[in-house]
C-alpha cells in the first residue's frame, strides 16, 4: 500500500510540474501592455497584430477596458492585452479602467511596460522593478518633435 501511495504521489508532482504548460497550450500566454497614458500600448498592439485593431489618439485615456487579441507564435497562442494607462484617475470610470489593468497585471503570464522615453519616469513603474516576468520597452526613443514641440503620432514602434 506504501509503494501505491508513493507512485501515485510522484505522479500527482510530475502533474504539477508541467500543470502551467498545459494550461499555455490550451489558454495561451497572458501577456499584457501596460503603462502610463500616451506611452505607445495600443500603437504596440496594432503594429504586433499587423492592422489597426484599437483606436490611437493622442488624447490621454482614450483606453478604458482591456481589450483582448491572440495571435499564433509557433503553435502557442499569445494573449495580447492592452490596457488602461496607469495615472491617477480623473473620473469613476477611469478609476475602474485602471482597477481592471491592475487586475490584468495579476493575472498576467508576461507583462510588457511600455514606457514613452522621452517623458519623465512615472511614479508607478518604481513599484514594479526587479519582476523577472516584465519587460520594459522603451518607445518613441527616435521621434522628432514636431515644430509645436509635440510628438508625432505617426511615429511609433519600429519593425
Not at 514606457?115 to 511614479?123: G, Q, V
Amino acid at each position: 500500500m506504501r509503494a501505491r501511495l508513493d507512485s501515485v504521489r510522484e505522479e500527482i508532482a510530475a502533474l504539477l510540474a508541467t500543470a502551467d504548460q498545459g494550461r499555455i497550450l490550451r489558454e495561451g500566454v497572458r501577456v499584457v501592455i501596460y503603462g502610463a497614458t500616451n506611452a505607445g500600448k495600443s500603437s504596440l498592439l496594432n503594429r504586433l497584430l499587423g492592422y489597426d485593431r484599437v483606436i490611437v489618439s493622442e488624447t490621454h485615456g482614450t483606453t478604458r477596458d482591456a481589450i483582448e487579441e491572440t495571435v499564433n507564435l509557433d503553435g502557442v497562442p499569445i494573449r495580447l492585452l492592452d490596457t488602461a494607462g496607469l495615472r491617477a484617475p480623473t473620473s469613476e470610470l477611469e478609476r475602474e479602467g485602471i482597477a481592471r489593468t491592475e487586475k490584468s497585471l495579476r493575472l498576467a503570464d508576461l507583462r510588457l511596460r511600455i514606457a514613452d522615453r522621452n517623458a519623465p519616469k512615472p511614479r508607478h513603474f518604481d513599484e514594479r522593478t526587479g519582476d523577472s516576468n516584465e519587460i520594459v520597452v522603451l518607445n518613441k526613443a527616435i521621434c522628432p518633435k514636431t515644430v509645436t514641440g509635440k510628438i508625432s503620432m505617426r511615429c511609433g514602434f519600429r519593425a
